[in-house]
């Protein structure tokens, strides 16, 4: 009797530390899934901030040469684009984490700055507002960076 009693014991041991053993793998690969998840969903974020930052300084480069027509119509697609990168750091915004959520908000900051500036050389060309609107272009440009960096720095932690 002892020895069945013990086998039992033993069996119902061996049972207990494998299902033990079970609940541990599948939380452990529930939490690598969850990890993965999250980094594919803010990369997917951070892309399409980068592409319609990208989008904003590309539609903006050769907007000195224009004249005041045209740079109504230039002012009214940089809105357009303004609007997409605003949804895109609303996005960046929920995803996280903050040093990438700054260095978004910095480049919708400057963003809007760029409106300003293309709209006030569109209501006047003169020089003074044309130099005003290629320092904030360059200015913007140099904001892409620092974004990209923090990005790829939050997809390393993760």
Not at 53 to 65: F, T
Not at 118 to 125: G, I, M, S, T, Y
Not at 138 to 158: G, N
């Amino acid at each position: 009797m002892t020895a069945i009693t013990a086998s039992s014991l033993a069996s119902w041991l061996t049972s207990r530390g494998n299902a033990h053993a079970a609940r541990i793998q599948v939380s452990g690969a529930s939490a690598a899934q969850r990890r993965e998840g999250i980094r594919q969903t803010r990369r997917a974020a951070y892309l399409d901030l980068i592409e319609h930052a990208q989008a904003v300084a590309d539609g903006l480069r050769g907007v000195s040469g224009l004249s005041t027509t045209e740079y109504e119509g230039a002012l009214a697609a940089h809105r357009d684009r303004h609007q997409r990168l605003r949804l895109a750091v609303t996005l960046i915004d929920l995803e996280g984490p903050s040093t990438v959520q700054v260095a978004a908000s910095n480049l919708l900051i400057m963003s809007g700055t760029l409106s300003t500036a293309l709209a006030a050389a569109a209501e006047n060309a003169s020089r003074e507002n044309r130099r005003e609107f290629q320092e904030t272009l360059r200015s913007y440009i140099r904001l892409i960076r620092p974004f990209v960096d923090a990005a790829a720095a939050a997809l390393d932690e993760t």
